[in-house]
């Protein structure tokens, strides 16, 4: 079954206390992505990749790190986690450049975090 | 800087009525994307619109594209309690905020 995991699925952690979100696609889709949702705010990009090797910032990427290292694994790092990073992120992949193709994203499940 | 706006962000409806959800965004764009996303689940996409007068329908939704007008429209006709959800309209790596649809029996 073609799709994007993530673990773990819900976190409860303490400031300061790195931590990592992995997520893993199955279609071979060379687009990753990480978002983070809160209420009010939709949801904003906080990396992504276009392939492996390459990542780039999106619009939230303070406290944050990724890696792509392989094609299918696009793991999202907060190296000393604060309350303010208490959200839902979701990862997600697409046939970003495949010219013609419909190319939409799709998502994981979702992880919960909290920071206390 | 892309920029994609939805409206309304709120909308509550009785089932069997029709309503519309706009997508504005403000620079060229060749796709735009639908999502919907039921209350504490993943997203899903719905559609995918290519190309200027792009019109694709599921069920009781139709979206549309006007790439001159920049605007796309989520249409929900006749509406029933299951579309209940938040739809997000996307262009490129841009999301709109998102549009909470709750449909009241």
């Known amino acids: 079954e073609a799709q994007v995991t993530q673990n773990p699925r819900y976190l409860i952690t303490v400031t300061g206390k790195k931590l990592t979100v992995t997520c893993s696609q199955n279609?071979?889709?060379?687009?990753m992505s990480w978002y983070r949702q809160d209420p009010g705010l939709g949801l904003r990009q906080i990396y992504y990749s276009m392939n492996v090797e390459v990542t780039d910032k999106g619009d939230v990427p303070e406290g944050y790190k990724v890696s792509r290292k392989e094609k299918r694994n696009f793991p999202l790092i907060l190296e000393s986690p604060s309350p303010n990073q208490t959200s839902l992120y979701f990862c997600?992949?697409?046939?970003?450049?495949?010219?013609?193709?419909?190319?939409?994203?799709?998502f994981g499940p979702g992880t919960r975090l909290t920071v206390l | 800087e892309l920029k994609v706006e939805q409206n309304p962000l709120f909308l509550s409806m009785q089932e069997g009525k029709n309503y519309t959800i706009y997508c504005n965004y403000s620079t060229t764009s060749d796709r735009l994307y639908w999502y919907r996303q039921d209350p504490g689940k993943s997203l899903e996409s719905l559609f995918v619109?290519?190309?200027n007068g792009a019109v694709k329908q599921e069920g009781r939704l139709m979206a549309s594209l006007d790439t001159k007008a920049r605007l796309s429209t989520l249409h929900i006709t006749a509406a029933v309690h299951d579309l209940s959800a938040t739809y997000f309209c996307?262009?490129?790596?841009?999301w709109g905020a998102g549009t909470k649809l709750i449909i009241k029996p």
């Open positions: 997600a992949s697409s046939l970003w450049v495949v010219a013609g193709g419909e190319n939409e994203q799709f």
């Open positions: 996307a262009v490129a790596l841009s």
């Open positions: 279609m071979n889709h060379e687009y």
């Open positions: 619109l290519l190309s």
